[in-house]
């Protein structure tokens, strides 16, 4: 059925992946509800709430993408849609949001959080590179680099409810507003959630595909821009709303936060699953994604209110201008 329709041409495509674009997020949305009810009635606190169920279920479309991409071999758009996510995040997302307005941050995000994303950029560069010389394979992220990646994950997880129990009021994350639903209404809300994101994600991933094979692109060019921006779109509206209600304080730990379970998490599960072999131009994609942590490091320690400053916002939103444009012409 699906592959009938993709034949009808690069149009159908893309209605197919705006489809594929809201069966993620609302699924992701039903998912989190759903869960964090249950877990309310386990007598679970909100905060903890917020640092599992809601944190996991911010890179759900993330997740879900990459599972149906690796298990259709599509290993570049498993790639480029974490790196590409990571890259939007930044340089997209925290510099809109901070040209807007400036952004305050906390002692953790910038002590914690910005350190662990850059890491988590230039493992990706360090695995990739250190793979054919050490192990004399071709470049890529083996099972081995998924394993190191994931020990990294649970250290980070450890760290953050560590902290959350000792600093309750610098935990990091939104506050949790769970929503008061039936145990019935609650396994609905899960069941048709999870579908909502394996659909979504099975239309997303074929049709990207598809596209890229019409246009004679690479999957990897789709996955760095179509499927990185579309998995993003929840994070950049909610945080550009905030910025515009100068209400954007917790969005360094939330960029950041979900550029950590998205590499460490994420990219980890799917190179044990599926070895991810590069493709040209990864080393720059890599680079982007710890530089992005690195400009906004520079910029807060160089102000004394500790912001992500309107100049600084800028500095990223053109940095990226110029990266996509080189990017796009090295197809």
């Known amino acids: 059925m699906l592959e009938s329709l993709l034949s009808y041409g690069i149009w ?32 679970i606190s909100d905060l903890v709430i917020g640092l599992t169920v809601v944190a996991f279920g911010t890179s759900m479309p ?24 990571n890259i939007i995040n930044t340089f997209v997302i925290l510099g809109l949001t901070a040209a807007i307005y400036p952004i305050a941050t906390q002692k953790r995000s910038r002590d914690f959080d910005v350190p662990m994303s850059i890491l988590a950029g230039g493992l990706v560069f360090a695995f990739i590179m250190l793979r054919p010389l050490v192990l004399g394979k071709p470049e890529g992220i083996d099972y081995l680099g998924g394993i190191v990646l994931l020990i990294i994950f649970i250290y980070f ?34 069941i048709v959630g999870l579908l909502g ?35 993003s779109l929840p994070e950049l509206a909610t945080s550009v709303i905030a910025a515009y209600k100068h209400n954007a304080d917790i969005a360094v730990g939330n960029v950041f936060g979900s550029n950590i379970f998205n590499v460490f998490f994420v990219l980890g599960t799917s190179a044990i ?11 720059l994609d890599a680079s982007m994604a710890a530089l992005g942590g690195v400009i906004t490091w520079l910029v807060i320690k160089g102000n004394r209110e500790r912001k992500v400053t309107r100049w600084g916002g800028v500095i990223l939103l053109v940095v990226y201008a110029g990266y996509l444009t080189y990017r796009l012409l090295m197809v």
Not at 198 to 207: A, D, R
Not at 213 to 224: D, W
Not at 273 to 279: E, Q, S
């Open 12 to 43: 159908v495509g893309i209605v197919l992946i705006i489809v594929g674009f809201i069966g993620l997020i609302k699924g992701a949305d039903w998912l989190v509800d759903g869960a964090s009810a249950i877990a309310k009635r386990f007598g």
């Open 62 to 85: 993330e997740f879900v993408v990459n599972m149906i991409s690796v298990a259709n071999g599509s290993t570049d758009l498993a790639i480029t849609n974490i790196l590409g996510s």
């Open 157 to 190: 997880l450890y760290n953050t409810f560590r902290h959350a129990k000792d600093h309750p009021d610098e935990a990091g994350v939104e506050e949790v507003n769970v929503k008061s639903i039936s145990p019935m209404k609650s396994i609905i809300l899960i």
């Open 197 to 231: 994101l394996v659909i979504g994600g099975e239309l997303i991933v074929k049709s990207a595909v598809n596209i890229a094979t019409r246009l004679g692109v690479s999957e990897a060019i789709i996955g760095l821009t179509i499927v990185a921006l579309g998995t």
């Open 273 to 283: 699953i599926n070895p991810l072999p590069a493709y040209a131009g990864i080393e």
